[in-house]
């Protein structure tokens, strides 16, 4: 079974550019998460992508927005990249049945760097 | 909306002594309440849970109970070694809008030989 995993690694980029991120989510889950956990931090709830459709937003800006494909992998985009915008990203995957919370499995994460 | 707060940190503790780390957490209903780890470098690793009150959750030697009178889920060891430095970060499972993890801001704990 393979877990979740994560590109790239890291990833520098300068104020005002666009960035994307990737995602593929563990065998057998149906949604992704992303979360942003800036240094010092927890992670941040970002939204959410269940049947290729965000299915819940935390308290980020519309610069901040998603895809999930029909394989159930994910991208994050983030537009006009600002210096706080710097952060590791991590994505999420479970298996959502409805009712009660179900376990979210990890990714390593993306670190990224905005000059 | 649903919270958690942290035993703030830095903790820096000798090999062997024991360890507590506190958490409380604020939520609409029973969420299920998660500890992660995260080692230097690392992404996050599910350390232990706990779903319903009274439930204690273990791994590794850590221990937490899901304490719902007194809102909280404190994470335990009796001796910690080296290999447990590392940033831990305790979670709730919320349901409010979308399934998601809510965390507390981390607690850095150093373990000298």
């Known amino acids: 079974e393979t877990g979740v995993t994560q590109s790239p690694t890291h990833l520098i980029k300068t104020r005002g550019q666009q960035v994307t991120l990737r995602c593929s989510s563990q065998?057998?889950?149906?949604?992704v998460s992303w979360y942003q956990q800036a240094l010092g931090q927890g992670p941040q709830f970002i939204f959410q992508?269940?049947?290729?459709?965000?299915?819940g937003r935390g308290n980020f800006p519309p610069r901040f927005s998603g895809l999930q494909f029909p394989n159930y992998s994910s991208e994050l985009n983030v537009n006009a990249l600002e210096l706080d915008d710097s952060a590791l990203y991590l994505c999420?995957?479970?298996?959502?049945?409805?009712?009660?919370?179900?376990?979210?499995?990890f990714g390593p994460g993306t670190r990224l760097t905005v000059l | 909306g649903d919270s958690v707060t942290q035993m703030e940190g830095p903790v820096t503790l000798s090999e062997e002594a024991f360890l507590t780390i506190n958490c409380t957490y604020t939520?609409?209903?029973?969420?299920?309440l998660f500890w992660y780890v995260q080692y230097p470098g690392e992404g996050l690793q599910l350390l232990l849970k706990?779903?319903?009150?009274?439930d204690k959750g273990s791994n590794k030697g850590f221990e937490a109970t899901y304490r719902k009178e007194t809102t909280s889920f404190h994470l335990e060891k009796g001796s910690v070694q080296v290999s447990d430095s590392a940033v831990y970060f305790c979670?709730?499972?919320?349901?409010?809008?979308?399934?998601?993890?809510?965390f507390g801001q981390g607690t850095r704990l150093t373990i000298n030989p």
């Open positions: 999420a995957s479970s298996s959502v049945r409805g009712g009660d919370y179900n376990e979210q499995f």
């Open positions: 065998s057998g889950h149906n949604t």
């Open positions: 992508y269940y049947r290729e459709e965000e299915n």
């Open positions: 939520a609409t209903g029973y969420p299920s």
């Open positions: 706990a779903t319903k009150a009274d």
């Open positions: 979670a709730l499972g919320s349901i409010q809008g979308a399934q998601k993890l809510v």
